[in-house]
């Protein structure tokens, strides 16, 4: 009988769990490690540039802070108002698939939404700019001629569509696979014994969801979102093909003058840069880091992050 | 005698609900009324040409306010509010289809000629100039740099996926779960730049770009999709499953190789292949990590590798004189990207229909 | 498992077998005439980045060079020009293509690719004419100056029946619509040289240094050449700045040099750059070049872009040293410029230039 502390018994470990959970334990200081080493790569190639003297900057900016500003909104702004198109729709298609689509074309559906993230991220820039904003642009015109008293469409649109609004939703579109994969998986998985009881007690198919599958997939959607943000705030060529950018904070979406993102500045000037504004752009790159860390802490202490809520438990 | 006035019989079945097929009537009215609409603002001079759009778009709106309404008086509000949900959900689903449909519309149209001529599947861009040329070291290069990715990220991604869910219960589960979530917002070009001065950094070599490199720097934008994915499959996996396991003496480890991941295996097939879908069409990490060449290139140690992503990308975008073989050449590459993708899906649906245990659902 | 779904997963192994297995049909080293003279022949592989302008050019001469000596590899990424001229410094590249010389820091920064004592040159090897280009239905000549132009393009002119450009173009009918205007997005040499134009020849209206940022909040930005010509199709009303080769099918207007209207011309931009003086301050072999754009010759295009190749005058491995020489002799011999020219749309250098190219090219150790 083998006793670890006064009357604790432990149980043996065996040496496949011990390589096993090692293992795993080493899997993830990788990624630590990882981060660390991104982090510090940052730093360092950002040093001249936040130190840098006034003249040297890109855009004729006195300081860093000057520089960065107007891509933290225009980086926020922009995943933001994806985020907004994004959720609902991949909530609804992934409800769709798991609960209202005919049972033998489910699967072929969920395939058929999967093929959405085969696109690389060049052809939607390319189709953004060739097929959508054009198309999107009569709309504009009558945003701007119709709504005006919303201070979002005010101002001179712009003839080729290539706005914030454009990009949000092509954005969207390409977060849209990642979000919809993910949720259907855990809504197929709800337990179908509370689905089976509340229809039994007469809810309607929409009050079985509200009360037996959403409440289960709510962290599942959390993370599903998580992924999705990451990818709307990273999202570096379909933003630099698409968009028409200025050196402006505006929360007018269909002119021309649009706040560029930072993934999407550091792909338009990377080609020609140099010295201090090679370094501005990888401290922009530092700036979004942080920018994610935060609104990832902000939303998990929104949302509250619970513990494993597993099976039909 | 009183003769009692008996109504006509009413059916208790269908009380209380709208006729079977009213829903359909009713949608296909109300886009024939918006059409209608429509047409007179034309024919009044409001607007050039038939806005088919705005009539199908104001139509469903029309709807789901006419549903809602005409359900609320037959059948109560409960109902509406189902049925309006239904139509909402439905909705979405549409609304996605369109950019799909019009994406795989656009690559199609633009790059399916130049796709089916022989010489693009048989030849490389070395010594190519003109309308010649193919995408054979660029293929080799994308099935290289993406299968490379995959062996790296998959098990650092899973092990910490499991981690995560099976052991992990401080502090540094805590930090990884939070760290993970801070690395999808990497943007990927500065993987690039940092995969590139990491190999700097190892080999000594101020010039390495190759494309192991080019492998890591998509490693570090995968991971993060295949953890995070990776956990939500295996929190799916019911606690009675792990808890019959240990009952029966089966140590943790084989608990997880053998019950845990075999039950969860189609969610994390579904997120692996979300991850490759993900980074096999970047362009701006591999441009700076693995470089540029227009010749076949093997050795994913030694000299720059081509990608199709990145062929596509600067084939569009540095266009000689004859503009259309550049633009024919990068939409086929796109769509060629776009079928391997495809085929990767339903390879991985495949494995996961033969490896998943047949729940209820499926 | 069925057999229709074993059978789909063996087709793709096997596909993905031969395509991996399968060399370029294209690669097969061409068979050599022995009938031909002995020539040097070069191996060996040369990385090169730099200038996405130079970009279709570097794909010529590496196509051209390449089959004269199929042991030869020649990798030029097009990821920029700063990336290009940071990376030869470094050391990752062992030529670089930039659309701008040598900067003073970036001179005093020795490459460990160049032996100790050598210094870095800059050699002209590609030129393109600068385009301005515009859609405006039914006008298809349009005359324009320099201060016209610097005030369409900052804003203070906004109609295309402005007097400014109404008195230069007396035969057309201007519609009184605004003027779109549409530049670039992303930092390029092109924006660089347009403003560099722009303020030498205007410097009363274009008041903003020159830039490979455009410098004022105006009108549509687009991504790369292409972004700008699909920009200018797509609308009318428009007006851009582009390299000539990215303005096929445009209409373009004519620049006034001098007194005269000049058209644009490969020649004409080759003749401006040629009439320029180098750089002053620069090394013995160092040919950057101070373009002249008050250049008043008749036909002189002056809207013109030059882009160097960036190479040491002494590379501490000798192998690469000779492959660069044999590279660069290439690109700068009039097979190689009209091959560019053909692949491109640039303009051949100038003969005399060419051969003070040549001579320094020569001197590459």
């Given at each position: 009988m083998t006793t670890g502390t006064a009357g604790r018994i432990t149980a043996k470990m065996r040496l496949g769990d011990r390589v096993f959970s090692t293992s795993t334990i080493v899997a993830g200081s990788i990624i630590l490690a990882v981060l660390a080493a991104v982090a510090i790569f940052l730093i360092a190639k950002s040093i001249p540039a936040i130190t840098a003297k006034p003249g040297?900057?890109?855009?004729?900016?006195?300081?860093f802070w000057v520089y960065v500003g107007p891509l933290v909104f225009g980086t926020v702004w922009a995943a933001a108002i994806a985020m907004i198109f994004a959720v609902p729709i991949s909530i609804g298609v992934a409800l769709f698939i798991s609960h209202y689509a005919p049972r033998r074309i489910a699967q072929v559906l969920g395939y058929v939404v999967d093929?959405?993230?085969?696109?690389p991220s060049v052809v939607f820039g390319l189709w953004g700019v060739l097929v959508l904003a054009p198309a999107l642009t009569p709309f504009y015109y009558w945003l701007n001629a119709n709504?005006?008293?919303?201070?979002?469409?005010?101002g001179v649109v712009d003839a080729q569509g290539k706005t914030v609004l454009t990009v949000a939703i092509v954005l969207a579109v390409m977060v849209l696979p990642i979000m919809t994969a993910i949720c259907r998986e855990i809504f197929l998985q709800a337990p179908r014994l509370h689905e089976e009881a509340a229809l039994a007690l007469g809810a309607t198919r929409w009050e079985m969801i509200k009360m037996a599958v959403l409440p289960f997939a709510r962290p599942g959607i959390v993370s599903a979102a998580m992924l999705g943000l990451g990818r709307a705030l990273g999202e570096t060529m379909a933003v630099a093909i698409i968009l028409s950018p200025a050196i402006v904070i505006s929360?007018?979406?269909?002119?021309?003058q649009n706040p560029n993102t930072i993934a999407g500045n550091i792909a338009l000037q990377?080609?020609?840069?140099?010295g201090v504004g090679l370094s501005s752009l990888v401290a922009s790159g530092l700036i979004l880091f942080v920018i994610t860390f935060v609104v990832n802490a902000i939303a998990r202490y929104v949302v509250g992050r619970r513990k494993a809520f597993s099976g039909a438990n | 005698m009183t003769a009692i006035s008996a109504g006509p019989i009413v059916n208790s079945l269908t009380t209380g609900k709208l006729p079977k097929g009213s829903v359909w009537l009713i949608l296909v009215a109300s886009w024939v009324l918006m059409g209608l609409v429509f047409v007179f603002v034309q024919l009044a001079?409001?607007?050039?040409?038939?806005?088919i759009v705005g009539a199908i778009f104001l139509g469903t709106i029309l709807f789901d306010i006419l549903i809602w309404v005409l359900s609320r008086l037959v059948e109560g509000a409960r109902k509406a509010k189902d049925r309006l949900i239904t139509s909402l959900i439905s909705t979405a689903f549409v609304v996605t289809l369109l950019p799909l449909v019009s994406l795989l519309y656009t690559v199609v149209s633009k790059g399916f000629v130049r796709m089916i001529e022989p010489s693009f599947f048989s030849?490389?861009?070395?010594?190519?100039?003109?309308s010649d040329g193919g995408i054979v070291h660029a293929i080799i290069g994308t099935l290289e740099i993406t299968l490379s990715a995959t062996i790296i990220s998959v098990p650092i991604g899973l092990l910490t996926a499991v981690y995560l869910v099976e052991y992990g219960r401080g502090p540094l589960a805590r930090t990884i779960t939070f760290l993970v979530d801070v690395m999808t917002g990497i943007p990927s070009i500065v993987a690039g730049l940092f995969a590139f001065a990491l190999f700097v950094l190892i080999t000594?070599?101020?010039?390495?770009?190759t494309g192991f490199s080019g492998s890591v720097a998509l490693a570090v934008l995968m991971i993060p999709i295949v953890v995070r994915s990776s956990e939500e499959m295996l929190k799916l996996v019911p606690n009675e499953l792990r808890e019959a396991s240990f009952a029966l003496g089966v140590p943790k480890w084989l608990t997880v190789l053998k019950v845990v991941f075999p039950t969860s295996i189609a969610g994390i097939v579904t997120g692996i292949t979300l991850a490759i879908a993900r980074v096999i069409g970047e362009t701006a990490p591999l441009l700076v990590a693995a470089g540029f060449t227009a010749s076949v290139n093997y050795?994913?140690?030694n000299h720059p590798m081509m990608t199709m992503p990145v062929f596509a990308y600067t084939q569009y975008m540095q266009?000689?004189?004859?503009?259309s073989d550049y633009v024919n050449r990068a939409w086929a590459t796109a769509l060629t990207l776009i079928l391997i993708v495809m085929v990767l899906n339903i390879v991985a649906r495949l494995v996961a229909r033969i490896f998943a245990p047949k729940l209820g659902r499926r | 498992m069925s057999f229709s779904r074993l059978g789909s997963i063996a087709v793709v192994a096997v596909a993905a077998s031969i395509i991996l297995s399968?060399?370029?049909?294209?690669?097969?080293p061409a068979k050599v005439d022995s009938s031909s003279k002995p020539t040097v022949t070069y191996s060996g592989t040369l990385n090169g980045i730099g200038s996405s302008a130079q970009g279709a050019a570097e794909t010529a001469w590496a196509a051209g060079f390449q089959s004269a000596n199929s042991g030869a590899t020649i990798n030029y990424n097009p990821a920029g020009s700063g990336a290009g001229r940071t990376a030869f410094i470094a050391g990752s590249a062992d030529f670089a293509g930039s659309d701008a010389a040598l900067n003073p820091t970036e001179l005093a920064a020795k490459s460990?690719?160049?032996?100790?004592t050598s210094s870095q040159l800059d050699l002209p090897v590609y030129i393109s004419p600068i385009a301005i280009a515009f859609n405006l239905p039914g006008v298809k000549t349009l005359k324009l100056d320099a201060p016209t132009i610097a005030g369409i393009f900052k804003g203070?002119?906004?109609?295309?029946?402005d007097a400014a450009i109404k008195s230069q173009n007396s035969g057309v009918t201007l519609p009184s619509t605004a003027i779109a205007v549409v530049h670039r997005a992303d930092d390029s040499g092109t924006t660089q040289n347009f403003t560099d134009y722009l303020s030498q020849n205007a410097p009363t209206v274009w008041?903003?240094?020159?830039?490979?940022?455009?410098?004022?909040?105006?009108g549509d930005a687009a991504t790369g050449t292409p972004g700008v010509a699909a920009a200018v199709k797509a609308a009318t009303g428009t007006i851009a700045y582009i390299d000539d080769s990215g303005a096929t099918g445009m209409t373009v207007a004519q620049l006034k040099v001098g007194d005269a209207y000049s058209t644009i011309s490969a020649a004409g931009a080759a003749d401006v750059v040629a009439k320029s003086p180098l750089a002053a301050?620069?090394?013995?072999?160092d040919l950057a070049i101070a373009i002249d754009r008050k250049n008043t010759d008749a036909?002189?295009?002056?809207l013109v872009l030059v882009s160097y190749m960036i190479v040491c005058q002494?590379?501490?491995d000798a192998a690469t040293g000779k492959l660069v020489t044999g590279y660069a002799t290439y690109a700068a011999s009039s097979d190689g410029q009209a091959a560019a020219s053909k692949q491109a749309g640039s303009a051949p250098l100038a003969s005399d230039l060419a051969a003070k190219v040549a001579k320094v090219i020569a001197t590459i150790k």
């Open positions: 040297t900057l890109p855009n004729a900016a006195p300081n093929l959405l993230a085969a696109v709504v005006q008293w919303i201070p979002l469409f005010g929360f007018m979406v269909v002119t021309s990377f080609a020609e840069a140099s | 001079g409001g607007t050039k040409t038939f806005n030849e490389s861009m070395r010594n190519i100039l003109g000594g070599n101020p010039g390495y770009r050795d994913p140690f266009q000689g004189a004859i503009q | 399968s060399c370029a049909s294209n690669e097969a460990p690719k160049c032996a100790a203070s002119i906004t109609k295309w029946d008041t903003a240094p020159a830039a490979q940022t455009f410098p004022y909040k105006i301050n620069r090394a013995a072999n036909k002189a295009w002056p002494q590379y501490s």
